[in-house]
Each structure stands twice: as C-alpha cells, then as structure tokens.
C-alpha cells in the first residue's frame, strides 16, 4: 500500500531563516506530488505541484520554492523566511486513475516563524 | 476559474440525528468533487469523490454525498451521527474537462462539524 510521510511535524524558525520541508512517498511510481499550505486551521491553498522530477509548477507567486530531485520526494523551501509563511504545510499525492485521481494527504508539518 | 463554497462555517448535530453539510461549487467543465476530512493538528482524510455516474456516492464511515448538478451542489450526509464525526470537513472540486492531469484541487473553507452527545 502507498505511504506518505512528512517532516518534521513541527518547526519553529526566526523570521529571516532558511526552510526545508520534505515529502516522501513509498508504494507507487511516478506519482503526482502537491504542496498545499493551510492557513488558521482553514482553507487549503494550492502552492506547488509536480508531474515528474524536476518538472514544478507554482501557482502563487510568493516567498516558496518547490523541488523534486527524485520520483517520490518533494521539498518545499525558502531562503528568508517571512512572519506570513507561518501555516501547515500539506503534502499531497496522486496516482493515474481512468478518471478523476483522487489526492492523498500526508500528516503534515506545522510550520510557525516568530 | 473554479470554485467552492461552504456556507456553514459550524454544523451541530445531537448524535444519533442526520447531518448534512454543505456544498455548492462552480466550474467551466465537469466537475469532479471531493469530500475529505481533517482531524485537528492531522492531514486531511480522504471521504468519497464524484466523477460520473450515480449521483448518489457512497463512501468512508457511513458518509454518502449527492450530487445535484442544475443545483450545483455536492452535500455530504449522514443517517445517524457519532461523536467521533466530530471534525473539520472540507469540499473540493477539480475540472474534469481537460481529462487526467496533475491540476490542483479547490477547496471550500471548510465546515466544522460537532456532535454532541
């Protein structure tokens, strides 16, 4: 069966720091990969997704960057980071379905800049 | 563009009543709905999902969802609520008009659901 883990489950960063969070996979191959970041325990925000390694599409303009150096791992960083990047950080994956790939979410990393 | 919305910000059901949650959505092709919930400090979990045939769906821990297309909507129901339902629901919506594909989800805001005992 597929897996998907998160890490860390909490971080705690100065404002002006470096991040990296990382996303693996297990029990599947070429599989879609997203971050999603949820903001006051509401509303999920799609920031980055990817079809394939090295492949990144951003859909909001921001302090964030995405990487997939290999086919299950997925990391999310920053080089500063801002008072406003404070959220949970949601990774996500889908596989190839006929229609309609349903997303599974892993456990998340809770994410808090002071 | 498409979108969700979830008009209830909080739903409160003395167990052992229906729920009902709500969800209304808008997109330019067909749509392809989700309903997932999350437990509090936890990912989301994965409920039940609409692609095509039978608009009623039926899916994880006794939630069925039906989907009304002239309404828009997707509502998530219950015959009979557990205190342990008690959660964070979220709807989501992707266009299915473009076919397979990586595209992100768009969720609603999200509706808190509390049963009471």
């Known amino acids: 069966s597929q897996t998907i883990h998160q890490w860390p489950a909490t971080l705690v960063q100065p404002v002006g720091s470096p991040l990296s969070l990382e996303c693996t996979v297990e029990?599947?191959?070429?599989?879609?990969l997203y971050w999603y970041r949820q903001a006051a325990g509401r509303g999920l925000q799609l920031l980055f997704y990817?079809?394939?390694?090295?492949?990144i599409s951003s859909e909001v303009p921001q302090n964030l960057s995405a990487s997939r150096p290999q086919d299950r791992q997925f990391i999310l960083s920053s080089k500063k980071l801002l008072l406003s990047d404070s959220g949970f950080y949601l990774c996500?994956?889908?596989?190839?379905?006929?229609?309609?790939?349903?997303?599974?979410f892993g456990p998340g990393t809770r994410l808090l800049v002071l | 563009a498409q979108s969700v919305a979830q008009p209830e910000d909080q739903v409160n059901v003395a167990e052992g009543n229906p729920l009902t949650v709500k969800c209304t959505y808008s997109?330019?092709?067909?749509?392809?709905l989700f309903w997932y919930v999350q437990y509090p400090n936890r990912g989301l979990q994965f409920l039940l999902k609409?692609?095509?045939?039978?608009?009623l769906v039926k899916g994880s821990y006794g939630f069925e969802a039906e989907f009304n297309k002239s309404q828009t909507s997707f509502h998530l129901k219950k015959p009979s609520a557990l205190v342990s339902d008690s959660a964070l629901y979220f709807c989501?919506?992707?266009?299915?008009?473009?076919?397979?594909?990586?595209?992100?989800?768009?969720f609603g805001k999200g509706t808190h659901l509390i049963i009471q005992p």
């Open positions: 996500a994956w889908s596989g190839w379905e006929l229609r309609g790939e349903t997303q599974y």
């Open positions: 029990g599947t191959s070429n599989p879609n």
């Open positions: 990817s079809v394939g390694i090295g492949q």
């Open positions: 997109v330019s092709g067909n749509p392809y």
């Open positions: 609409y692609i095509t045939g039978d608009n």
């Open positions: 989501a919506v992707r266009d299915g008009y473009s076919g397979g594909g990586a595209d992100g989800l768009t």
